[in-house]
């Protein structure tokens, strides 16, 4: 595969591409499948053929796209596109010292040391025990940690671990998001994931402690699965069906077969809400729709509704 066959890859409609890896594009948005998005917050730039996410900030283009959504290689995605496309390519020969060819790795010792003692700014325990009125147990559980950076915005640290405990990802939240005027903190984002981060199902340890035919719950993203948590269920977080690796599918399904797992799910009440539901139903043919009231937009908005008071933890 030369230089001239890539060219024809990456010069394939971004928006059309989009849409055959299952997003839905209106408008030149989609809603960011890298992030809990409620909102359309990726855009896409037809003259430049590029996309671009304002509130996680992942961008590139068509290749790009295929490689981070769907978590293949450069040459796979290649692969992927061409057929995907009626795109007759020659043989592709692996080059050892193309950095392009290689699959992103998470470096997780860099980022270890954080979660093994975690600390709490004021601005996080006011997010999570006074806004999200969270459980102190379910905050120790999940491991959350904070930092501030040169700027002075402040950060949760969400860590991910596949189901031995194995930290495979990261995810930093924005707490400052839409609280200042300041030009400078406007143009944050909302979300930052370190390079190579998977970060696919959240809270994967839950999955050993289950019960024989005991329900575990799948939410849309981390602040749900926390209520959930909260709120005395197992859970995991799923914010995008196309994400699930076939790995991440077996895993769910051998929990059904072996274990007699039951899924349930409270979909935001909103198209994509829905949209996820039956995306995970066809892989998981037990999964019990629950409605949540028409006065609450997401479980999380559920629980606090439930839960007017703070969990502050003791000392705090």
Not at 10 to 20: D, K, N, Y
Not at 107 to 120: C, N
Not at 245 to 259: G, M, P
């Amino acid at each position: 595969m030369d230089h001239f066959e890539i060219t024809r890859l990456r010069q394939l409609p971004i928006e059309g591409v989009a849409q055959r890896i299952g997003l839905h594009v209106s408008r030149h948005k989609s809603l960011c499948p890298f992030h809990d998005d409620h909102h359309a917050s990726l855009s896409f730039n037809t003259r430049s053929n590029t996309y671009r996410c304002f509130a996680c900030d992942a961008h590139g283009g068509t290749i790009d796209l295929v490689m981070r959504h769907l978590g293949k290689s450069f040459p796979d995605a290649c692969r992927w596109l061409a057929d995907s496309h009626n795109v007759i390519l020659t043989e592709w020969k692996p080059a050892t010292q193309a950095a392009e060819s290689q699959p992103p790795t998470f470096d997780a010792t860099r980022y270890e040391p954080f979660f093994e003692r975690p600390w709490l700014s004021q601005e996080a325990r006011r997010f999570l025990f006074d806004e999200r009125r969270l459980s102190p147990a379910v905050v120790r559980w999940c491991r959350l940690t904070s930092w501030t950076d040169r700027l002075q915005t402040h950060w949760l640290q969400i860590p991910y671990y596949d189901a031995n405990g194995k930290l495979i990802g990261m995810q930093n939240r924005n707490l400052d998001s839409g609280k200042h005027d300041d030009h400078n903190l406007r143009n944050v984002p909302r979300f930052r994931f370190p390079y190579g981060a998977r970060c696919s199902i959240y809270n994967l340890p839950v999955t050993a402690m289950l019960q024989q035919g005991e329900p575990l719950y799948i939410t849309e993203g981390c602040s749900d699965c926390w209520a959930m948590l909260s709120a005395g269920h197992k859970a995991i977080a799923i914010p995008s069906a196309t994400l699930l690796s076939r790995a991440d599918t077996k895993l769910l399904t051998d929990l059904a077969t072996e274990r007699q797992t039951t899924f349930h799910m409270y979909p935001d009440r909103d198209a994509p809400g829905e949209r996820l539901f039956m995306q995970l139903s066809q892989a998981l043919t037990n999964l019990v729709h629950h409605q949540l009231p028409p006065t609450c937009k997401d479980f999380a908005d559920y629980y606090m509704s439930q839960h007017s008071t703070p969990s502050r933890p003791e000392g705090a």
